[in-house]
């Protein structure tokens, strides 16, 4: 695979290096992404692969437990693929039989949630794991402090956190996190700028969730497109009658800049991320090898410093001068 500079970087702790671009696992689970296909999810992951992709993402709760069994089926029958890749997963949500989920970061809870993604994943050492959201009861500091025994334990390499404060996030540094997760995208990247600053004060990595605005950046989303009840686009804010609108004009400025480029608005919109200086990797996920052989092309190129103010000022739905500012000197 030819690559642009920077097309890889490192997790603090995990002494192997990781493509930029990684595939996210929530559409794999497919729980919350609509109608699903298992051999759609497992082909796609072959593609990844393929492609030269060595950063997996996902989480316990994608599709209850069904995403992590894919991605340990698919590893399993790669060894040397899973030797040279870095496999993130994620506690903190609990569900019941009937798919009920709860936010569970008690340490106990916790300890639970690690030995059965040990197990799904068809390993006995996780590379990264995340406490995926803390439950609004439990301290944070002993969420995180549990992560820090399995570390100690060997059953996991390296650990981060999602979903955050700023403000949170400085107060742990004590726990040598080795990644932040945030969800941001060049349509969205308020939470992802103030995020980043904090990160790097601490030297833990930014890894970007949602870099595609949930597939809105792809520019393959039009004004007629429905999301039924099953599918969690139809209650996130962006797709909600009259910001959609706005959204998708929005989504029109990086396609016509794309144009001017010659690549696909998708490949663009997460090389601006990681040009930005922002992220050190995103995340997109999908089923479709189609979408990660356009994704994968955002390695291969680089953006000018004319594009990349441009996009700042034309994509986010919001004036965010702070973005635009650190764009300019970057």
């Known amino acids: 695979m030819n690559t642009a500079v920077g097309s890889t970087f490192r997790v603090p702790g995990i002494p192997i290096d990781a493509t930029r671009l990684g595939l996210g696992g929530a559409p794999t689970g497919g729980h919350g992404w609509g109608p699903r296909d298992d051999q759609a999810a497992t082909e796609a992951i072959i593609e990844a692969i393929d492609a030269g992709i060595t950063f997996f993402d996902t ?53 639970t949630a690690l030995e ?30 549990a992560l820090t025994r399995f570390r100690t334990e060997g059953k996991v390499q390296a650990i981060g956190i999602c979903n955050v404060r700023p403000q949170e996030l400085l107060a742990l540094d004590w726990a040598r996190l080795a990644a932040v ?22 030297g833990a990595a930014v890894v970007c969730s949602s870099a595609l605005a949930d597939g809105l950046l792809s520019g393959a989303i ?25 959204a998708l004009q929005h989504v029109g400025d990086l396609a016509r800049v ?62 965010v001068l702070a973005l635009q500012k650190w764009i300019r000197q970057g």
Request: hydrophobic residues 40%.
């Open 116 to 145: 059965a993604s040990l197990r799904r994943l068809q390993t006995d050492c996780i590379d990264l794991y995340y406490l995926h959201w803390v439950d609004g009861t439990t301290p944070i500091e002993a969420s995180v402090d």
């Open 59 to 111: 989480a316990d709760v994608y599709g209850l437990g069904l995403g992590e069994e894919i991605f340990g089926r698919v590893m399993s029958l790669r060894p040397a693929n899973r030797s040279s890749s870095v496999i993130c997963t994620k506690g903190g949500v609990a569900w019941d039989a009937a798919g009920r989920t709860r936010r569970d970061s008690t340490p106990t809870y916790l300890r």
């Open 222 to 246: 039009t004004r007629d497109r429905g999301f039924g009840p099953d599918d969690h686009r139809s209650r996130y804010p962006l797709f909600q009658p009259g910001t959609f609108e706005v």
């Open 181 to 202: 997760q945030v969800k941001g995208n060049l349509l969205e990247p308020a939470d992802l700028l103030q995020t980043s600053v904090a990160a790097k004060a601490i």
């Open 258 to 319: 794309a144009r001017q480029i010659g690549k696909a608005p998708a490949s663009v919109a997460i090389r601006w991320l990681l040009q930005s200086g922002l992220a050190d990797a995103a995340l997109a996920g999908t089923t479709s090898a189609r979408h990660i052989r356009e994704n994968i092309d955002c390695l291969r190129f680089e953006l000018t410093a004319e594009h990349m103010a441009e996009l700042a000022t034309l994509v986010p739905m919001d004036s």
